[in-house]
């Protein structure tokens, strides 16, 4: 479209990376000859994104990423300068733009191209250029993968069949996932509507993860290559909790010896993982948390070693928290009277994983 609201060449409704793919294509695809008209031959590029109004700023920090990433990896370009703000506008637009600048020799006999984007600006608007070099300190400083593969996680002796893990642990997120329209819907009721999205970001990437990374029958290898997906995708203070909790139960199962990790043993971890949690959070059953509903599954499944009764008491436990009154958590300060008609979004989201991993199915 244009600055003016001019119509486009088309209209699709697209996902970001594709998005950002076809916008490049138009401005480098040497073979489109309608639009070749620019010779991108070295890597003295500067890229300019700007927001035409009414993009937010966390939006434009992910727009801008994924130009980045995608320059590098289909074009070979890593700009020396990278532009990213409100630059020209359209009123509140809701869209933005990229362009690309070659850097060119300005034979004015003094400072460059380079030299004068970077010179002091006070003008309105204008956002100070993002060097190469910081640029990527950033993404290794905050994309630096700590994961380790299974062959790196120390072996532990503490087995599993990985073929039924693995279909176990699947119907367990695919679980999560089917139920986040519910989770979402009660989380816009006492919370601000992001738990539902939460949780599915992290079952779809630990599906991922397991596409390409199969259980490996090693019950801490496995849980402790699942650690830094959960890490990465999930956000938020449940996302925290789950990776303090994850973490912990690596170290656990460590400590359980070696043979076959049953119920038992997995239950025992369980404990163990479940008390260090409660040092980093004052969340204990009853105060309308995902705690609700794993405290239960931990309990039973110590007492019976039968998955299907500890997620089914997780289960009556999350749809306990309805009409409970909350003392922890955003749905404290939210108010309202909408926490008696619906369970904590948590504590429902976690049972769920529950009864799929006992191959129940998660009904309200």
Known sequence: MGIHNEPGSGKEKVELPELVGT????????????????????????????????????????????????????????????????????????????????????????????????????????????????????????????????????????????????????????????????????????????????????AEAILEHLSTTPLSGDAVVDVANIVPVVERSMDGTSGALYAIFLNSLVHSLRTQGSGEASPKIWAAALKQSLEALSKYTPARPGDRTLVDALHPFVEVLGKTGDVKQAAEASKDAAEGTKGMKASLGRTVYVGGSGFEEVPDPGAWGLASFFLGLAGLKAVE
């Open 23 to 202: 916008m490049l294509a138009q401005l480098l695809d040497q073979n489109d000859q309608d639009r070749a008209f620019l010779n991108v031959n070295s890597n003295e590029v500067v890229l300019m994104v700007n927001n035409l109004g009414g993009v937010s700023v966390l939006e434009m920090g992910g727009v801008t990423a994924e130009v980045v990433s995608q320059l590098e990896k289909s074009y070979g370009i890593r700009p020396v300068r990278i532009l990213s703000g409100t630059y020209m506008t359209s009123l509140n637009g809701l869209g933005f733009s990229i362009t690309l600048l070659n850097v060119v020799n300005t034979e004015i006999g003094g400072p460059s191209m380079i030299d004068l984007l970077d010179y002091p600006c006070e003008a309105t608007g204008w956002s100070s250029p993002i060097s190469k070099q910081t640029w990527e300190a950033k993404n290794t400083a905050t994309r630096e993968d700590k994961a380790t593969s299974g062959d790196q996680i120390r072996s532990s002796g503490l087995t599993a069949d990985a073929k039924s893990s693995q279909a176990a642990l699947t119907a367990a997120l695919k679980s999560v996932i089917s139920v986040e329209p519910d989770v979402t819907r009660y989380d816009t009721v006492v919370g601000d509507g992001d738990c539902g999205i939460g949780l599915k970001r992290g």
